[in-house]
């Protein structure tokens, strides 16, 4: 059984390769959501601020969902960008974090690690991360855009009921994982990649045509409103699925599939 140990900043620091991305980290012990948080602190923070909670007593998921995890087990923070990210790429940036996370934890642990559309992070198709961008407009610009992650690290269990099965890379990997590195690998892997979100889509789009669980499949997507079935064709640029349905190729933003 793991000692809960609280993060140690200074081993995080150490392997942080970033320019900015990270460099402002804000490490609090309880918070109800990193997301919430930074999405209405009137507070001024740099590009690429990082807040990292050890527990979070209303950590928000998709579609209104809760995301919970033990403190000192899991890593549950957010990423605050307010340059260089465009409207329209909103959803590829949600699409490249997945991607990060998924590389950050293969660089690291020798798991095979596998994406759900739009931002499942899987290993041995159960759920180890899962990712909810947050943005607010101003005009017809991005003002800022929140990437809240969550990646369930150390847990030795999960009780509850789940849509997805939920792991963690100790239940995988068999040993425990040490937080402060995952979390710079990833933050490192994350700068670089934000600028592949404006400049080098197809590299975003190759991985996880790579790493998509379902694509060319049937599969059923829904939503509050739309049940949809088809072959999962495709990976759209701005992030979208591409179904084929009986009516052609329909685009989808949001859903979940089943
Ligand atoms: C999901 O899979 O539904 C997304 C889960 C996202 C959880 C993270 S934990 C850090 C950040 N703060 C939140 O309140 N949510 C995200």
Same mark, same amino acid.
């Given at each position: 059984m793991k000692e809960k140990t609280s993060f140690r900043i200074e081993d995080f620091d150490i392997k942080l390769e970033t320019e900015y991305v990270g460099r402002n980290f804000l490490y609090i012990d !309880?918070?109800? !959501?990193t997301n919430k948080f930074l999405m209405s602190s009137k507070e001024d923070f740099p590009n690429g601020t990082v807040l990292l909670a050890e527990e979070q007593t209303n950590g928000r998921g998709r579609k209104q969902r809760n995301w919970f995890s033990l403190p000192e087990l899991a890593l549950t923070f957010s990423i605050l960008i307010k340059e260089s990210i465009s409207i329209e790429n909103l959803n590829l940036l949600s699409l490249a974090s997945a991607a990060v996370v998924s590389q950050a934890i293969e660089n690291l642990y020798q798991l095979k690690v596998n994406l759900k559309w739009p931002n499942d992070v899987l290993v041995n198709g159960k759920k180890v991360a899962g990712i909810l961008l947050e943005s607010t407009i101003r005009g017809s610009n991005l003002d800022k855009v929140v990437v809240g992650i969550g990646i369930n690290v150390n847990q030795p269990f999960f009780k509850g009921s789940f849509n997805l099965t939920p792991t963690s890379i100790r239940l995988e990997f068999g040993k425990e994982a040490i937080r402060e590195k995952l979390l710079s690998e990833l933050l490192n892997i994350f700068e670089e990649t934000l600028d592949d979100v404006q400049a080098n889509k197809n590299k975003i789009l190759n991985y996880w045509r790579e790493k998509c669980r379902f694509i060319g499949e049937k599969i059923t997507v829904t939503d509050e409103n739309f049940e949809k079935f088809g072959v999962f064709e495709d990976i759209d640029e701005d992030g979208s699925m591409l179904l084929r349905t009986q009516n052609g190729i329909e685009k989808i933003t949001f859903g979940d599939i089943n």
């Open positions: !309880s918070v109800d !959501s």
